[in-house]
């Protein structure tokens, strides 16, 4: 057998640069030397060249050769990885015709370089392991470490929640919030678990073809699926990837909702925590405030803060008498026990069932048959005995002329009163306050305000001071305190009051002389007075003691008032008449409401006086802390647990069906082409997407054995 040299098309002979064994040639390791007459070539001069040099060759050595090409010079052959012993070597020998002397290769041939005179001969489990050692993309190990830290990221939330769960937010440094904290663990975890789904997913392609024939376009479909979510949803539309290459496209799907569920597991709310300050309040055990006084009919009368407190209550129309009470509260917002007090309490009764009509001495003519208007007005007797277990003073219209009346009644040093009785008005109107203008429905109501022991509801909420009155305890003992010597008969004047359903066995005092105090200042202050539509009384100035009411000239106001159903030029005989009739006028139960606020008041000036005791509270402020929803923490688990089951399932599939784990390695699917025929078939189309579509017709199937290079055969 004769042996001639082999050129190919770019005359690329083997050498080795290192030692090796005797008989074996790693491929890896070839040298490949370029001719400088070879550099510049092209296929068909390629052929042209090497025919003439071995025609050349013939004739000089007189001897006929058979050409002989390449097995990769046919048209359609790929370019192999790795020679071929059976098919030939550049710088090894080919058979030819029995009876052909070999061919002598000289050094001087600058085309040839030989640094061995032997042909390497490999075995076919050598160079088959050698190219699936190439190919090999690494074993699972990134894959399982990568689902490793998505259980811990997972793992780092939950346990960052339970920590947190019903604690005060966190004051990290650098502003750094537990939400900032979640979204990076849940970043890290999303990441991480898309390594293994990427993977898995592109492992699945593999799995495919070695364990059957299927569709050539499932290739791209796996690709597209591991590559982003619109592949994802794609796959799992068309049902091309199986059950598994379903199961694991609907886990990178919801994978996207991992992070905002992570986030939505915590919320932030709101809750009062207790202040270790605390917070302080004052109630009034006694109220001795008064002033000698030679003015007063009493003798006494009361200090100025007493008097700012009645004025404050009666004009101040803010809805807010005791908003002047001194309190300690630090955050803003405290609350109190109930407690009890020493205050002033107000009760109001409606007398209307108990008017008359009033004319005056010798006027025989009635309201409705006066031409003048001014015939008989109405009355309410006194009565020294209750009537409906409340005792009622007197009070009346003088003339039809009156709209509205006050009547003051101040308890006698005699007692006929309760001796814890300030003062006691009647109030009388012509104009029923839900009637029509110009309407006659009389009324009448009866106010006192009295000594009493209150228990309260105090609460601070963002600062402002709120309290409830919850019970109330009035005493209502007569006493006849007329007598100016203490020691005649043994009795001691204050008022005591000492609520029979409170837990306090100590009675609140109000001394005698603040008592007087209040009671002859406010014969003044709710002095007797009217509101009359006099013509007559309109020409008059203010200081004229002509005025038809009671009520000094002095004090007298004339106003065009227009409120509710009553309307036009009226004349008041004070201030205090002109505030209640202001008020019955304009609010539902404004009278009740203005005496509330003038008892409120005056409780306000006893619990800021002398003789006061401090009450404690809880003081309370605002904390944000953390709430945990642990149904949203669900999802997150859920997508780790199946992420990690999809890659076992994966693993467990690449070694039963011994398909190499090339995962997504782009270096096996171009070094491993398709074989001649299916490669023809799809040249036959015209553009990609023909051949997109062409590909699902055509099945292949993955075969990596040495005798055929492609490693997807049709």
């Known amino acids: 057998m004769a042996y001639a040299p082999v050129h190919d098309y770019f005359d690329i002979h083997p050498t080795f640069s290192f030692p090796v064994e005797h008989g074996q040639y790693p491929v890896d390791q070839q040298e490949h030397v370029v001719s400088p007459e070879s550099r510049s070539f092209s296929p068909a001069s390629s052929r042209r060249k090497q025919q003439q040099q071995q025609q050349q060759q013939h004739a000089d050595n007189a001897t006929e050769f058979q050409e002989v090409s390449p097995y990769w010079a046919t048209p359609g052959h790929p370019m192999p990885t790795a020679p071929s012993h059976q098919r030939g070597w550049s710088d090894s020998t080919i058979s030819t015709e029995q009876g052909q002397p070999p061919l002598k290769m000289t050094k001087g041939d ?14 076919k489990k050598a160079i088959t392991s050698l190219r699936l050692h190439r190919l ?100 799992l539309a068309t049902m091309r990837g199986g059950w598994l290459g379903s199961f694991g496209a609907v886990v990178a799907i919801v994978a996207l909702a991992l992070g905002p569920f992570a986030q939505q597991v915590v919320t932030y709310e709101s809750r009062s925590v207790e202040s270790p300050e605390g917070a302080s309040i004052n109630r009034a055990l006694n109220y ?25 209550g009666l004009f101040a129309e803010s809805g807010r008498p005791g908003a002047a009470l001194a309190f300690a509260c630090p955050t803003g917002n405290c609350t109190w026990e109930p407690y009890e007090t ?13 008017l008359s009509v009033y004319c005056a001495t010798n006027d025989t003519t009635t309201t409705s048959s006066s031409s003048s208007g001014e015939g008989c007005g109405w009355q309410v007797l006194s009565s020294s005995s209750s009537q409906g277990g409340v005792a009622i003073a007197g009070g009346r219209l003088d003339t039809g002329l009156d709209v509205f009346s006050m009547t003051s009644h101040v308890p006698a040093a005699r007692g006929d009163m309760a001796h814890s009785t300030i003062v006691k008005l009647v ?65 001691d004047r204050h008022v005591y009051v000492a609520n029979p359903r409170s837990n306090s066995s100590t009675p609140y005092v109000l001394g005698i002389e603040a008592m007087l105090a209040m009671r002859g200042w406010f014969a003044t202050v709710f002095a007797t007075g009217s509101a009359i539509r006099n013509p007559t009384g309109f020409n008059r100035t203010v200081g004229d003691d002509s005025s038809g009411g009671s009520g000094s000239g002095s004090s007298a106001v004339v106003v065009n008032l227009t409120v509710g159903i009553s309307s036009g030029e009226t004349f008041f005989d004070s201030d205090v008449v002109t505030a209640f009739y202001w008020n019955y ?13 003038t008892a409120t008041s005056m409780t306000v000036a006893f619990r800021s006086f002398v003789g006061v005791e401090a009450v404690r509270g809880r003081a309370t402020s605002a904390e944000s802390y ?24 994966a693993i467990y599939r690449t070694k039963r069906s011994r398909t190499e784990p090339w ?17 023809a078939r799809l040249g036959d189309a015209g553009s990609l997407k023909e051949q997109k579509r062409w590909a699902r017709g055509i099945k292949v199937q993955l075969n990596e054995s040495v005798e055929n290079r492609a490693l997807l055969r049709g």
Not at 342 to 354: E, K, M, R
Not at 433 to 441: C, F, V
Request: net charge negative.
């Open 110 to 123: 600058p085309s040839v370089s030989v640094s061995s005179t032997s042909p390497p001969s490999f075995t």
């Open 136 to 235: 090999h993309s690494g074993p699972w190990s990134l894959e399982i470490t990568a689902m490793l830290i998505s259980w811990a990221a997972v793992g780092a939330i939950l346990g960052v929640l339970a920590r947190f769960n019903g604690a005060a937010l966190p004051a990290w440094p650098y502003y750094i919030t537990l939400n900032a904290l979640i979204a990076l663990l849940a970043a890290i975890a999303t990441a991480t678990l898309g390594v293994a789904l990427q993977s898995g997913l592109s492992q699945l392609k593999w799995i495919r073809f070695r364990e059957g024939r299927a569709p050539l376009a499932d290739m791209e479909a796996f690709d597209e699926a591991s590559r982003g979510t619109w592949g994802a949803l794609k796959l």
């Open 288 to 312: 001795t405030g008064a002033l000698p006084g030679k003015t007063s009919s009493t003798g006494f009368v009361p200090i100025l803060p007493l008097k700012s407190a009645v004025y404050n």
């Open 342 to 354: 020493l205050g002033v309490c107000h009760s109001c009764t409606d007398l209307t069932p108990y």
């Open 427 to 491: 109030f009388l109107g012509a104009e029923a306050r839900d009637g029509r203008a110009g309407e006659r429905r009389p009324w009448a109501r009866q106010c006192v305000l009295s000594a009493c022991a209150q228990t309260l509801a105090s609460a601070v909420t963002n600062g402002v001071l709120e309290e409830k009155v919850v019970d109330s305890y009035v005493n209502a003992t007569v006493l006849d305190i007329s007598s100016d010597d203490d020691d005649d008969d043994g009795k």
């Open 585 to 597: 006028y304009e609010y539902a139960d404004g009278i009740d409401m203005l005496m509330s606020d």
């Open 626 to 649: 953390v709430r945990v929803h642990w149904g949203f923490a669900v999802l997150p688990i859920l997508v780790v647990a199946g992420a990690a089951l999809f890659l076992a399932v």
């Open 663 to 679: 995962k997504s390695s782009a270096l096996a699917a171009l070094l491993h082409g398709l074989d001649e025929d299916t490669r």
